[in-house]
């Protein structure tokens, strides 16, 4: 096997179905990633989305029992093993974190409660319960159903977080960006159930499209939210402010850029003036 490069989000770099590890500037170091969507299917459709085939639907069930061997033996090789010492560049060889992410939105598998259960036995069994975070990467859509949210609570008690993808404030910014029909009033309750339950921090695409910057009507509507979140005592963490960094797969790939540092980093100050933190990545 080759060495892990950062942010190879390759979900078959370690040959298995469910556990892929990523060398993440994010986590700064290595996160155990668990794709539960393995027929590369999510509910939205995000115009930078990095999924190759996406196609429209839910996580197929999952397999506990794969899953569960898949994540003993790669812990126990990252752990007791020479995975980091053959694998990951220097600098980088601590584990950091598990994150419950892939090729789609995992909180749509029938079996999402049951994962974070099982993710919470395994750390449990070898004393990392509470130590190395779970971290739960979504797109919120699904957290008013009632088993998604219950669980949310118990990956809080296993000391876990959640980054919650919301990009647009408007219904027209959802339906641009994340062919997001559901509109947001119901991505904003979404976040105060979320927030509610979990430690959460909201994650945020910033881009151009045609080399034009979100209009200001876009980014007062998302400023606003920010006051509205501070102002009603939603328990938001902050926000992860990122851009564009690597290829959308989605046909509209050719026509999105980066915005500019200077432009991302106003927009981060922008934010943090009305009351979040921010992690900017550029
Ligand atoms: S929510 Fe995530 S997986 Fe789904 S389309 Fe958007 S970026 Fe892709």
Known sequence: MTSLSIDDHDRGSAGLTYVY????????????????????????RCVYCQVPGLVWGDAPRCDLGLLERELRSFLHDLVHGDFLATRVPEGARAW??????????????????????????????????????????????????????????????AGGRVWYKLDSATDAGAAALNSNRAGHERARKNLELCARACPTWLQTMVLAREGL????????????????????????????????????????????????????KAYARAIEVRGLPVQLSL
């Open 21 to 44: 590890p990523v060398v993440s500037r994010r986590a700064g170091g290595v996160s155990v990633g668990i794709n539960l969507n393995t027929n590369n299917a999510c509910n939205w």
């Open 96 to 157: 950091k974190d598990i994150a419950i992410s892939g090729n789609g939105e995992p909180t749509s598998c029938a079996d999402f409660g049951a994962v974070i259960d099982l993710v919470s036995k395994v750390l449990d069994s070898m004393g990392q319960l509470g130590k190395i975070p779970i971290v739960l990467i979504t797109n919120g859509s699904l957290v008013h159903r009632e088993p998604v949210l219950t669980a949310l609570g118990r990956l809080a008690q």
């Open 213 to 264: 910057e979100p209009s200001s009507a876009e980014q007062d509507a998302y400023l606003d939210l920010i006051v509205e979140l501070v102002a009603k005592h939603v328990p938001v963490q902050g926000v992860l402010l990122y851009g564009p960094a690597r290829p959308s797969h989605q046909p509209e790939a050719a026509h999105l850029s980066s915005l500019p540092e200077a432009w991302m």
